[in-house]
C-alpha cells in the first residue's frame, strides 16, 4: 500500500457522460498530481495541485477539469466521454510543490472504461 | 525541455541472465533521474532515483543504475533477473524548478523459465 488512494479502481461508463475520479493523497504530502495512461500515448501528465492550488497544467483537455480540496484530496472530472477517454488514470502526491529531489507516490489508478 | 527515451518496448531474457534495460535523457541542466516499476494492475513504484553526488545508484530488488553525463544516459541493470521482475519498467526525467516528472513510454521486461 503506498498511501495514495484512488477511487473507484474501476469505472464503465457510456460515452456523452461524466465521471469523478476521486484521490487521496499520502499523509504529509501537499502536491497532487493526475496522469493518463494509454497504450498508444503513455504516461501523460494532466495537471498537478500544490495545497489547493493549480501549479503546472500539461495536456489537459477542456472537457476535463480538477480541483483539489481543503483537506488535500483531489477530484477529477471528465466530462462529455469519448470512446479515446479510455484509459488508466493515476493520482500521485509528493511532499514538496516541486519533486525532482524525492520523485512521487503513485496511487493504483482507476481503469475507466468508455463503451 | 526534458525528455526521455528508452530504447525497446519490449525486453526478453532468461530467468539467471542479466537485465539491461535502456534510458536516455534530454535536459539543458543536470537532470534528476529516476526509475519506476509498475506490476500488472497496479501504480508505479519508485525502484531507484539519481539526485546527485554518486553516479551508480542502488534500488530495490538488486537493481542498479549509473548516471552517465557524457552519454545522457541512466540505464537500468540487474545482474540476474527472477521471474518476479518480469514487469513494465518507466524512466522519468526532471530539472530542479520543474513541477513535474517527465515519463519515457515504458519498456516490458518478460522473464522466461
Known amino acids: 500500500d503506498s498511501g495514495v488512494t484512488q477511487t473507484p479502481k474501476h469505472l464503465i461508463t457510456a460515452t456523452g457522460q461524466r465521471v469523478t475520479l476521486r484521490c487521496s493523497p499520502r499523509?504529509?504530502?501537499?502536491?497532487v498530481y493526475w496522469y493518463q495512461q494509454s497504450l498508444d500515448q503513455g504516461l501523460q501528465f494532466l495537471i498537478q495541485?500544490?495545497?489547493?492550488?493549480?501549479?503546472a497544467k500539461g495536456n489537459i483537455l477542456e472537457r476535463f477539469s480538477a480541483q483539489q480540496f481543503p483537506d488535500l484530496h483531489s477530484e477529477l472530472n471528465l466530462s462529455s466521454l469519448e470512446l479515446g477517454d479510455s484509459a488508466l488514470y493515476f493520482c500521485?502526491?509528493?511532499?514538496?510543490?516541486?519533486?525532482?529531489?524525492?520523485?512521487?507516490?503513485f496511487g493504483s489508478g482507476t481503469r475507466l472504461t468508455v463503451v | 525541455a526534458q525528455s526521455v527515451t528508452q530504447l525497446g518496448s519490449h525486453v526478453s531474457v532468461s530467468e539467471g541472465a542479466l537485465v539491461l534495460l535502456r534510458c536516455n535523457y534530454s535536459?539543458?541542466?543536470?537532470?534528476?533521474l529516476f526509475w519506476y516499476v509498475q506490476y500488472p494492475n497496479q501504480g508505479l513504484q519508485l525502484l531507484l532515483k539519481?539526485?546527485?553526488?554518486?553516479?551508480l545508484v542502488k534500488g530495490i530488488n538488486g537493481f542498479e543504475a549509473e548516471f552517465k553525463k557524457s552519454e545522457t544516459s541512466f540505464h537500468l541493470t540487474k545482474p540476474s533477473a527472477h521471474m518476479s521482475d518480469a514487469a513494465e519498467y518507466f524512466c522519468?526525467?526532471?530539472?530542479?524548478?520543474?513541477?513535474?516528472?517527465?515519463f519515457g513510454k515504458g519498456t516490458m521486461l518478460l522473464v522466461s523459465p
Open positions: 535536459s539543458s541542466v543536470p537532470p534528476y
Open positions: 500521485a502526491s509528493s511532499v514538496a510543490r516541486d519533486p525532482w529531489r524525492s520523485g512521487y507516490t
Open positions: 522519468a526525467v526532471s530539472e530542479r524548478g520543474y513541477s513535474t516528472l517527465t
Open positions: 499523509s504529509g504530502d501537499l502536491s
Open positions: 495541485y500544490y495545497n489547493g492550488e493549480e501549479r
Open positions: 539519481y539526485t546527485t553526488g554518486a553516479t
